[in-house]
């Protein structure tokens, strides 16, 4: 009998996780990564599973939408989330890796398995990769598709694709930062309660720092393009022209600030820098995803308490993401509708975020191997935050289809529940009873 096979195109966080899940299920897995040899606008590294954004996967709480997602990873066996635990750095209630040691320690694992070959160089076109009968292949491409690539995909979608704007936020090194203008502390002393790094601003400094933003020059969009941003994620200038309270409600929010031993005063809003690294040598500017230009940035966020003389070593960037319109496509297996040995994972799926890149980078892992050696692919109960979030995905208007994260709401509702902690907690255990069921009758350990 001729062994199974599966090829996986993009080394991000989908495509490593997908690899992954092949692997430990016996399938010979050749892994396409286009880095070094071609790069992305946004890629700083030739690292496989690079975060090229925040270095946050957001909430622990398993009651909250990530943690919820995060903990039936875990349970399903998921590398990516063994390895983020392993590099965390202290975020407060947030799960935060410290990107180089998390991207190295994915690229390790992944190249000590006998079953996985990693392929440096651009796959230039599909048509080679979908000849061989019976060996899935899962794009895991990410929103920077290889031109050529995405080009015949449309083709293959006869036409049919989306984009939005993403950005990234910047980067600051630790020893330029003015610490006698900044204090130490976590919102409502999360974590170890001095996880994040604040820099305080008055009413008046809120203002001018407000006035500056909507002042400062924007870097151009990708030819004629509209402006079209991820609505979850949007840029701090963008908050900023939206309404005076729009920061002040959101990344810049004071609530549940304390210094030690009492209240900041003076405490109209507040900047937080999260930590990179465990040694506190660089930080990122908590929510300051950006389209403003370099030279706009050293300008305006030196107004910021502490950064008067900050040294950047990334500048937040704008860059186009490419995504498919998933419910005219795809399955909730994320087999593709008429082509069912090929499936989908990732961004290009148009499902937000880090911890969704390796959700469906699992599932597309799992159902490859499943059709590599002759099973049925396998659809996760609506009950759990996986199955829930896929059903969306495929089930939402294809009119009006746009990048989402996972949310409760997408969860079937529970009754006979009052408060919104009882109906989260509800709806959190009857998503671990579902999970623990499905995996004892319809996935094998391994």
Not at 9 to 32: F, H, S
Not at 286 to 303: D, N, P, S
Request: one cysteine or more; a neutral charge.
């Amino acid at each position: 009998m001729a062994k199974a096979k599966a090829k996986v195109i993009g080394g991000g966080l989908a495509g490593c996780e997908a690899a992954w899940q092949l692997a430990r299920r016996g399938v010979d897995v050749t892994l396409y990564e286009m880095r070094p040899r071609a790069n992305t606008p946004f890629h700083q590294t030739a690292h496989l599973a690079e975060l090229v954004c925040s270095n946050s996967f957001k909430s622990d709480d398993p009651l909250r939408a990530p943690g919820m997602l995060k903990a039936e990873l875990k349970r399903l066996g998921s590398l990516l989330m063994d390895v983020a635990d392993e590099t965390r750095v202290p975020a407060g209630a947030a799960l935060a890796v410290d990107r180089e040691h998390f991207s190295a320690a994915v690229e390790r694992g992944l190249e000590g398995l006998d079953n996985v070959q990693i392929v440096r160089e651009p796959v230039e076109s599909l048509r080679g990769f979908l000849d061989e009968p019976g060996a899935p292949v899962i794009l895991a491409t990410g929103p920077a598709t290889h031109p050529p690539v995405f080009a015949e995909l449309k083709q293959l979608l006869g036409g049919d694709s989306l984009y939005f704007y993403d950005a990234t936020s910047p980067i600051i090194a630790g020893d330029s930062l003015d610490m006698s203008r900044l204090f130490f502390a976590s919102r409502y002393g999360k974590g170890t309660g001095n996880d994040y790094l604040n820099a305080p601003l008055d009413e008046n400094e809120y203002i001018a720092f407000r006035r500056a933003l909507l002042a400062a020059e924007l870097a151009p969009l990708h030819g004629g393009d509209e402006f079209v941003p991820f609505e979850g994620c949007l840029p701090i200038e963008e908050l900023a022209r939206r309404s005076e309270g729009a920061m002040r409600f959101g990344p810049l929010r004071p609530v549940g600030l304390k210094r030690e031993g009492g209240k900041v005063e003076g405490l109209y809003a507040a900047v937080q820098l999260r930590r990179e690294d465990a040694l506190q040598k660089a930080w990122s500017l908590v929510g300051f995803q950006t389209r403003l230009t370099q030279k706009a940035q050293k300008e305006v966020f030196a107004r910021i308490p502490g950064l008067e003389n900050a040294c950047f070593l990334r500048f937040g960037r704008m860059h186009r993401n490419n995504y498919i319109c998933a419910p005219r496509h795809l399955l909730p297996t994320l087999q593709l509708r008429a082509h069912p040995y090929i499936l989908f994972a990732g961004q290009l799926t148009g499902l937000e975020g880090y911890v969704a890149a390796t959700a469906t980078g699992l599932v597309a892992g799992l159902n490859a191997a499943r059709l590599a050696q002759g099973s049925k692919p396998l659809e996760f109960p609506h009950e759990t935050a996986t199955g829930a979030m896929l059903r969306y995905m495929v089930e939402a208007d294809p009119d009006d289809y746009s990048p989402t994260a996972f949310m409760l709401s997408m969860l079937p509702p529970i009754t006979g529940t009052r408060g919104k902690r009882a109906r989260h907690q509800a709806l959190s255990e009857r998503a671990k009873t579902k999970l623990e069921s499905f995996v004892r009758e319809r996935i094998p350990a391994k």
